[in-house]
């Protein structure tokens, strides 16, 4: 059976603090691996990932893929409030579906 | 540009009642188009996804169905509601400049369903 595993599924943190977040997988015929960011409705995209051990940055959010050991994180470094959210990993599997992990909701404290 | 209008944007409805959730894409033509329904806060079940006018892949079995009528509309239908169907459902098509095929998708804004 297919799936996508994210931990933790929650986590609060201080501002200014570094989290890691995780994501797991165990799918057919993988493509490509997605991070989302969900504040209030839309997911918002951040990153898509195809190739192992190449790095993808914006600001002070990074992540990398590891195909062989089947898994992602997304580093977020000096954290601030409006980076709380939910944060979505999926998976693109052959050429039309895109399945998502339970999602990690991180919260920043002042 | 590519926009997702979904409505209504609020639903509550009694349990056994009938649902009608629509989607429409602007934007973008010939669209993968895709069901996700979001439970408090958490991750997308993937529940429909179309490649095509009348083509319709289902995920998860339940008391949900899905139709495209046309290439840009997609639209979720139950005739019986149950409890466990309130949550927030999310219509996506892929980025219109990536080709508008699978990859990094575009959501809507969401339908937020309450059963009672």
């Known amino acids: 059976e297919d799936k996508v595993v994210q931990s933790p599924l929650s986590l609060v943190v201080h501002e200014g603090d570094t989290v890691t977040l995780n994501c797991s997988y165990e799918v057919t015929n993988f493509r490509s691996l997605l991070w989302y960011k969900q504040e209030k409705k839309a997911p918002t995209f951040l990153f898509m990932l195809t190739s192992s051990g190449i790095e993808k940055k914006s600001g002070r959010l990074s992540s990398i893929l590891d195909k062989k050991e089947l898994f992602s994180i997304l580093n977020i470094t000096a954290t601030q409030t409006g980076d709380s959210a939910v944060y979505l990993c999926?998976?693109?599997?052959?050429?039309?579906?895109?399945?998502f992990g339970q999602g990690t909701r991180l919260t920043i404290n002042p | 540009s590519q926009t997702i209008h979904q409505w209504p944007a609020t639903l509550v409805q009694p349990v056994g009642s009938p649902l009608s959730l629509e989607c429409t894409v602007e934007?973008?033509?010939?669209?993968?188009l895709y069901w996700y329904r979001q439970a408090a806060g958490r991750g997308l079940q993937l529940l429909f996804y179309s490649v095509g006018i009348g083509q319709i892949s289902s995920e998860v079995p339940q008391n949900l169905s899905a139709s495209r009528p046309q290439d840009r509309q997609f639209i979720l239908s139950s005739k019986k509601l149950l409890l466990s169907d309130s949550g927030f459902y999310l219509c996506?098509?892929?980025?219109?400049?990536?080709?508008?095929?699978?990859?990094?998708?575009?959501f809507g804004e969401g339908s937020r369903l309450t059963v009672l």
């Open positions: 999926g998976i693109i599997q052959g050429a039309q579906k895109l399945v």
């Open positions: 996506a098509c892929p980025i219109a400049q990536r080709g508008g095929r699978t990859g990094e998708l575009f």
């Open positions: 934007g973008t033509s010939n669209p993968n």
